[in-house]
């Protein structure tokens, strides 16, 4: 599996699952234009890809702002001259249900995890049309399965499963594939910036012994290969799939 001067756009790599995949597909020859908001935390993850200056752009910014969107895909554009993958992986997590959430919550997580995403997909069709590349969006279990207490969240990534299927459709006859990851419980900071106390996300963490059938959470590396393999040539004849990649999470009966 080769990414040899490949352009890949991936929005939240400053940590977790977006710093694994900047790191794997460094290791596979592409070309990255990586996206956050802490620049402190990008330029470690790029220190990290140990990649040449010209192979590697930062810009930061917030993807609920419609000019920091914009200028993430322009200035790739200006950089690199193309794009062949755009990784959307940026999303935040809110914990609440129909009695204990607000509209500040709901605002929060669907403004960025999806309309930031419908924005820059937009933006980004354009030069995937011309490279016949490629769109991989980082959803959850939870856009599969229904949790009490995620309700926005759940919501949310039903809503990205949705909008995976559907540009997948539109861009079809033109050759470019759409597709989505679905992980299941993986351990970053996730979960520690949705306000979750460490002994209640300890509890939750023990939990997935029981709550996943392989017995474990997942590792950011086993999302950011998957990543990988979805936006390589060797998932050519593949498009418009939300694939969990969750230890058995979405099979089991409720506990």
């Not at 993807?63 to 940026?90: C, F, P, Q, W």
């Not at 990205?160 to 033109?174: P, S, Y």
């Not at 470019?176 to 949705?194: F, H, K, M, Q, W």
């Amino acid at each position: 599996m080769s990414f040899a001067k490949k352009v890949i756009l991936i929005s939240g790599a400053s940590s977790g699952i977006g710093a694994a995949t900047a790191q794997h597909f460094a290791k596979l020859g592409a070309w990255l234009s990586l996206t956050g908001r802490n620049r402190s935390k990008l330029c470690k993850v790029a220190e990290q890809c140990n990649l040449k200056p010209y192979k590697l752009l930062i810009e930061t910014g917030d993807l609920t702002n419609e000019n920091d969107v914009k200028n993430i895909i322009n200035s790739t554009i200006m950089h690199y001259g193309r794009l062949d993958v755009l990784v959307n992986n940026a999303g935040t997590l809110e914990l609440g249900g129909i009695e204990a959430t607000s509209l500040e919550q709901y605002d929060r997580c669907f403004n960025l995890n999806v309309r930031s995403v419908y924005q820059l997909t937009t933006l980004a069709v354009p030069y995937l049309i011309k490279t016949k590349g490629n769109i991989v969006n980082v959803s959850s279990v939870a856009g599969l399965r229904s949790f009490p207490n995620f309700l926005s969240y759940c919501m949310s990534k039903a809503a990205l499963d949705q909008f995976t299927r559907c540009v997948a459709l539109d861009l079809a006859h033109k050759q470019v594939r759409v597709n989505a990851v679905n992980p299941g419980v993986i351990e970053t900071d996730l979960y520690l910036n949705s306000g979750m106390e460490k002994e209640q996300m300890k509890n939750f963490f023990e939990r997935c012994k029981e709550s996943h059938a392989l017995g474990r959470m997942g590792d950011v590396t086993e999302v950011a290969k998957t990543i990988a393999f979805l936006a390589s040539d060797d998932a050519s004849y593949t498009t418009g799939v939300t694939l969990p990649v969750d230890g058995g999470k979405q099979i089991m009966c409720p506990i």
